[in-house]
């Protein structure tokens, strides 16, 4: 809404060890507004759990600059969060962000925040997103949730980003919303963004461009191992999908990627059970399931040749212990 006068307050509450990039991302076009307007638009707060200070990711640690009881005049709460979060266990922030949502405040998260929100229980009957590697382990933990692959979803009091410089781009579109276009434009010119990502633009890089690879049948090809990961395919169905022989898509991955198709599918599936192990609660075999390996044996060896250590020591290793009712965490992680 245009000519809106009254400062809009703004929350970010911080969960231990958060995306620095995404905080920054998503604070820095309101100060830009606040600048580029002459005039304060918004103000932010930051929030904590025992009103303690929170390490980012990066180790830097921030200090809350509210209490945590103190929201009478929040619009918006944005949960910030980072590699761990899938560890938090925490009833009294579930009960907090509930609250906050029966009061009609409108609630976001930016990466894995996502994950805490559908924990409170506050995403059901919206659309969300998460960043691209918590995605598939969020749809596990929540089959009913509209999980989405956009950089950013708007859906009424529920917006959610999927980090990064994601979170750039949703807060202007929000700076578009109530103060214009010529506005969020203005403070994407200072921040050296020339052009605003709408929703969505994809998280991921091309194939082409992550792999340097350019055949159309053989970006199709994996294209088509990426969408079977749980129900694997044999590599004579992946060549009649694409329109070549056995013989011809083996020929293509060895000249071009130097490998089998075998073994990259192989890979692409290992990759998926990494990132399920680090950053969802399933269990090994749950994980060795839901990347198609029918035996927990087999999952176990082809995991430990690819990263020297069984699923079970990769979890056990990167373990965090959880977050409970604001208590503070002790240790690190990269």
């Known amino acids: 809404m245009l000519g809106v ?7 970010f509450f911080l969960v231990p060890e958060f995306s620095m990039l995404s905080f ?48 009478d005049d929040i619009g918006t709460m944005i949960v910030v969060a980072g590699i761990g979060a899938e560890v938090v266990k925490d009833e009294g922030l579930n009960r907090w962000l509930r609250q906050l949502s029966r009061r009609q405040i409108t609630l976001g998260s930016t990466s894995t925040g996502s994950l805490l929100l559908a924990r409170a229980g506050v995403l059901r ?19 009913d949730l509209r999980v989405t692959g956009e950089l950013y979803e708007v859906d009424d009091r529920i917006i959610t980003c999927s980090g990064g410089l994601a979170g750039l781009d ?13 506005l969020a434009n203005d403070v994407a010119e200072q921040c ?16 082409q461009t992550r792999l340097n690879v350019h055949h159309p049948r053989l970006v ?3 294209e088509v191992m ?49 990132h399920l192990l680090l950053q969802s609660s399933l269990s090994t075999l749950q994980v060795g399931m839901a990347c198609g390996f029918a035996s927990s044996s087999y999952f176990s060896r082809c995991y430990q040749q690819k990263y020297g250590c069984s699923p079970r020591q990769e979890r056990q ?5 959880p977050v409970i009712e604001g208590e503070p965490r002790t240790d690190k992680r990269d």
């Open 5 to 11: 006068t009254e400062v809009e307050q703004i929350g």
């Open 24 to 71: 920054s991302a998503a604070v820095e076009p309101l100060r830009m507004a606040n600048r580029i307007r002459k005039r304060p638009l918004y103000q932010w707060h930051l929030y904590s759990r025992g009103d303690l200070p929170v390490p980012a990711s990066n180790g830097m640690p921030f200090a809350p600059t509210r209490r945590f009881e103190d929201t």
């Open 125 to 143: 009957q919206h659309s969300c997103t998460i960043h691209w590697e918590n995605k598939e382990s969020l749809q596990e933990e929540f089959p």
């Open 170 to 182: 949703m807060m202007l579109h929000l700076i578009a919303l109530k103060h214009g276009e010529q």
């Open 192 to 207: 050296i963004h020339p052009s605003i990502r709408p929703a969505h633009d994809s998280q991921r890089m091309a194939i």
């Open 220 to 222: 199709r090809a994996i």
């Open 226 to 274: 990426r969408s079977h990961l749980e129900e694997v395919l044999s590599c004579q169905q992946v060549a009649e999908q694409v329109g070549l022989s056995s013989r011809q898509l083996e020929r293509l991955f060895k000249q071009l990627l130097g490998t089998s198709p075998a073994g990259f599918y192989l890979d692409l599936r290992l990759e998926k059970a990494r």
């Open 317 to 321: 290793a990167r373990r965090i212990r």
